[in-house]
């Protein structure tokens, strides 16, 4: 089955720390994403990229940082410059193409221990 | 700054009768609306869309609507059923420079009733 996995579901990040949390997609998707969700809140984008090696800054990405080394994989590191990590993170994918929907993993609850 | 707002926060609605959500946005750039569905703890999964240059669509029992002079699109769902219960997203996208980028309301929960 094509899809977006998003590992681990759940994750706790201590004080000072980074942590990555994983996205692959085997729709052979060019385009993927990186969305925060906090409680009650829409979807914020932080960053995301067209192709691989080449990634834009979204409209939140202080204290994040990402990399496209291969086509399946859009990492997002969540660094210790990130103040309030703790949120409900969804990666997504799409054609490259215009006017295409975007697929969702399943995503990953951060906490803050 | 918002450019997509969904303002109202929830909505309750007898089983059967129709669902009416709305969605603002700012930016008359945008040239592509989606509705997404969302359940806690899961990621939001692809309901309906609307291109610019289209005013309706429908698909089974949702349909978009966009009235671009006013920046409002909203999505009607009818008959609404107990499982219809979620928060809903509505997303507007523009092709940029880098590419693609969908900006999102911040969602409104609705509540169907047996």
């Known amino acids: 089955d094509g899809g977006i996995t998003q590992s681990p579901k759940y994750l706790f990040r201590k004080e000072g720390q980074n942590v990555t949390l994983s996205c692959e997609q085997n729709l052979n998707h060019d385009a993927m994403y990186w969305y925060r969700q906090d409680p009650g809140q829409g979807l914020r984008l932080i960053y995301y990229?067209?192709?691989?090696?080449?990634?834009q800054k979204g409209d939140i990405a202080e204290g994040y940082s990402v990399s496209r080394e291969k086509k399946e994989s859009f990492p997002l590191t969540v660094t210790s410059a990130q103040k309030n990590p703790t949120a409900f993170y969804l990666c997504?994918?799409?054609?490259?193409?215009?006017?295409?929907?975007?697929?969702f993993g399943s995503g990953t609850q951060l906490s803050v221990l | 700054d918002q450019q997509v707002k969904q303002n109202s926060p929830s909505l309750s609605v007898q089983e059967g009768r129709i669902s009416i959500l709305n969605c603002d946005y700012t930016?008359?750039?945008?040239?592509?609306f989606l509705w997404y569905k969302k359940y806690p703890a899961e990621g939001p999964t692809f309901l309906i869309s609307i291109s610019s240059i289209k005013d309706k669509n429908e698909d089974g029992r949702f349909t978009v609507f966009l009235n671009k002079s006013a920046k409002h699109l909203s999505l009607h769902i009818v008959p609404s059923q107990p499982g219809d219960s979620a928060v809903y997203f509505c997303?507007?996208?523009?092709?940029?420079?880098?590419?693609?980028?969908?900006?999102f309301g911040g969602g409104t929960r609705v509540l169907v009733k047996p």
């Open positions: 930016n008359s750039m945008f040239d592509y």
């Open positions: 997303a507007a996208s523009v092709f940029e420079a880098a590419g693609n980028k969908l900006t």
């Open positions: 990229s067209q192709i691989v090696n080449d990634f």
């Open positions: 997504a994918s799409k054609r490259a193409a215009t006017n295409e929907k975007l697929f």
